[in-house]
């Protein structure tokens, strides 16, 4: 059964860090969350709102603030006709079926109510509700004709199967733990199906098995592929550094990107991307590098360069491929869109290692 989050007190749904961080805490639990409620503790409603979310049958996870957790507990308790009581300093309904600190568990009739005290700086409070059902995460690359080979496959077999499209030609595939998909397609050389339900991982494993370094040489993205290999445990096997070149001189000086390439065609170019990757390789000392160059708006755009123009290289030992872009959205999604095309750019040059890796043929 999905689950609904709650977030009482504006202090936490307004902090974005808090909100991320409970919802990465319930995706641990394999949790799906249906939908979201953001209530605050000083509405003169506030009782009358959350019982309305509460009627329904489900799993509830309630995040409160210091100040809203006594009110919210009250409100759990008065569900139940119960009574609160604290079990060493966590406050909750006398007849709560598990209390830990700072969150208790509470179960009426078909649903299961969660409540976290959640307090900025600290860590979230453990989720007590029942883990949901586990799920095996695939990254496939390559047509979407794949795809409806593997939703027939999923029909004829009756497993669960569930995707979405992360950008054009990558998808984020949800199955059943027992359906071992790369057995019931044939190995193509325009695709690639990898058993991972993070690529940053996935990138982390293959790299660190080959004993091959990385580095970035990034300007549109501003770091945010530095700092989401370095968000997972291991990456310091792989990364040494990284290069946030923004401005056209450090793009010179630090990557010894040609100046005349910088006035013309520009540093939102081809020929400078494929220099800022190779520039990266030789200031690390890197096996592998990865650049982007664009124009990520909402301002900067031009009639011959739009918002949404990107370049993206990566260099290796064996060359340098470029890729140029056209992404839309705002400036965070282009920047994210940025980032995985130039990832997914890496994986077809390391087609070969990745699928070695994960023993595929």
Not at 30 to 59: C, F, M, T
Not at 167 to 186: C, K, N, Q, V
Request: glycine residues 6%.
């Amino acid at each position: 059964m999905p689950t609904v989050l709650i977030y009482i007190d504006s202090s936490l749904f307004l902090n974005g860090v808090l909100t991320q961080a409970v919802r990465r805490k319930l995706e641990e639990r394999n949790r799906i969350v249906s939908s979201v409620h953001y209530l605050n503790h000083n509405d003169n409603e506030l009782i009358d709102l959350l019982q309305k979310i509460l009627d329904e049958p489900g799993n509830f996870c309630i995040a409160a603030s210091a100040e809203a957790y006594p009110i919210a507990s009250r409100i759990l308790a008065t569900l139940n006709n119960d009574s609160l009581i604290a079990t060493g300093e966590t406050l909750h309904p006398a007849t709560a079926s598990r209390v830990e600190k700072n969150s208790f568990l509470m179960h009426l009739k078909e649903s299961a109510y969660n409540l976290l005290l959640v307090k900025s700086g600290e860590s979230i409070p453990e989720i007590l509700l029942e883990a949901g059902s586990p799920y095996a995460k695939w990254q496939l690359f390559g047509s979407k004709k794949y795809l409806h080979l593997l939703r027939q496959h999923s029909l004829d077999n009756h497993y669960r199967f569930e995707f979405f499209c992360l950008i054009e030609g990558w998808y984020e595939i949800h199955t059943d733990p027992a359906s071992p998909l790369d057995s019931f397609l044939p190995y193509s050389e325009d695709m690639i199906l990898l058993p991972s339900a993070n690529i940053f991982d996935a990138c982390i494993e293959v790299l660190s098995d080959q004993g091959e370094r990385i580095s970035f040489a990034e300007s549109c993205t501003g770091g945010l592929i530095a700092a989401s290999f370095t968000a997972r445990s291991g990456s310091s096997n792989i990364l040494d550094g990284s290069v946030v070149s923004y401005a056209n001189r450090i793009k010179h000086r630090w990557l010894e990107v040609d100046e005349e390439i910088l006035e013309d065609p520009g540093a939102v170019s081809s020929d400078c991307v494929k220099e800022m990757a190779e520039g990266a390789m030789k200031l690390s000392g890197s096996d592998i590098a990865l650049a982007t160059s664009g124009i990520a708006g909402p301002t900067g755009g031009t009639p011959f360069k739009p918002v949404g123009t990107v370049y993206i290289a990566v260099a290796d030992r064996e060359g340098t491929l470029t890729e140029h872009l056209f992404l839309k959205g705002d400036r965070n999604y282009i920047q994210y869109q940025a980032m995985l095309h130039v990832i997914k750019l890496m994986l077809w040059r390391k087609k070969r290692n990745f699928e070695k890796f994960f023993k595929i043929s």
